[in-house]
């Protein structure tokens, strides 16, 4: 069974730094690109940034780009996501997501509360 | 950035109804278009891929269809358990974007 679990969250103030995790299990998470999506409260979803299979490659939105920067370990089995210079408006829960052959994500985390205050 | 416009943004229904909600992109993104469930508290669930596929084990009362700009997601007898927000997401080209959400009530 796939399993996604992530860690992290936490009550950090503006311009302050947080690293998530994400702990996977159940698929060969080397042969799979993984996303991370956030949703502040009451929100939509928004899709943060991915990493291709081997960490060689790397998109992000253009909400966080040159501030938030994706990584994973596949010997670990987990993906991470380092937020620095963090806003109020990162204030949110994290999900990392698991992409699949086909468009779209088939699997998520539970999700992560991120909130930024002061 | 691929702006993707859903609508209606809430809608009010009753089990045994037929829904459909409408999913509009700023740009061709020809099949590569997501649908989501999300029920509160919980994660989203991947209901229908590219445009029309559906996912093993979502009920066939499910349906996606469309492609290009304009896309839909019907589902054809609301059962009690549909009642949640639906997402529809462009996987066509980076950043993805999402619908801001269609929340179904009862």
């Known amino acids: 069974e796939v399993h996604l679990v992530e860690s992290g969250g936490a009550l950090v103030q503006p311009g302050g730094s947080l690293r998530l995790s994400c702990r996977v299990s159940?698929?060969?998470?080397?042969?799979?690109?993984m996303s991370w999506v956030r949703q502040a409260p009451g929100k939509g979803l928004e899709w943060v940034g991915n990493?291709?299979?081997?960490?060689?490659?790397?998109y992000y939105s253009g909400s966080v780009k040159g501030r938030f920067t994706i990584s994973r370990d596949n010997a670990k089995n987990s993906l991470y996501l380092q937020m620095d210079s963090l806003i109020v408006d990162d204030t949110a829960v994290y999900y990392c997501a698991k992409e699949f052959g086909d468009p779209g994500f088939d699997a998520w985390g539970q999700g992560t509360l991120v909130t930024v205050s002061s | 950035d691929i702006q993707m416009t859903q609508s209606p943004s809430s809608l009010s229904a009753s089990v045994g109804d037929r829904i459909t909600i409408t999913c509009r992109a700023s740009?061709?993104?020809?099949?590569?278009l997501v649908w989501y469930q999300q029920k509160s508290g919980k994660a989203p669930k991947l209901l229908i891929s590219?445009?029309?596929s559906l996912q093993n084990g979502v009920p066939s009362r499910f349906r996606g269809s469309g492609s290009g700009t304009e896309f839909s997601l019907s589902i054809s007898s609301l059962q009690p358990e549909d009642f949640a927000t639906y997402y529809c997401q462009q996987a066509d080209r980076f950043p993805y974007t999402f619908g801001q959400g269609t929340k179904l009530e009862n």
């Open positions: 740009q061709d993104i020809g099949n590569y």
């Open positions: 590219n445009a029309s």
């Open positions: 159940g698929f060969d998470f080397s042969s799979r690109w």
């Open positions: 990493i291709k299979r081997d960490g060689s490659d790397k």
